[in-house]
Nanobody, 124 residues
Framework: QVQLVESGGGSVQAGGSLRLSCAAS????????MGWFRQASGLEREFVAA????????YYADSAKGRFTISRDNAKNTVFLQMNSLKPEDTAVYYC?????????????????WGQGTQVTVSS
């Protein structure tokens, strides 16, 4: 059974940083594009960042560019999201996801597996 388990969420003040991790029980982790999405209360799930299988090609939503960094460690089956200069509008549940079919994926319905999410709350 595939499991994606996020960790690292929490509460921070605006301008602070958090590092999210997602540990995957995928047997062939390096064959999956990995992504991060977020969903704020009452809003639709939105793309944040994705990274190619090798880790050499990150892709970001405009809201994340310059502040967030996605990375992965294929030896440890883990993907990370370093979030700096956090803003109150970054408050959401953050989900990691795995996609086996695309070179890079930014749409939630392109992903095969999802974690349970981790809450990030940024106060002003």
């Amino acid at each position: 059974q595939v499991q994606l388990v996020e960790s690292g969420g929490g509460s921070v003040q605006a301008g602070g940083s958090l590092r999210l991790s997602c540990a995957a029980s995928l047997r062939t982790f390096s064959r999956y594009v990995m992504g991060w999405f977020r969903q704020a209360s009452g809003l639709e799930r939105e793309f944040v960042a994705a990274i190619s299988r090798s880790g050499g090609r990150p892709y970001y939503a405009d809201s994340a560019k310059g502040r967030f960094t996605i990375s992965r460690d294929n030896a440890k089956n883990t993907v990370f999201l370093q979030m700096n200069s956090l803003k109150p509008e970054d408050t959401a549940v953050y989900y990691c996801a795995a996609d086996s079919a695309h070179m890079i994926a930014t749409m939630w319905n392109e992903y095969d597996y999802w974690g349970q999410g981790t809450q990030v709350t940024v106060s002003s």
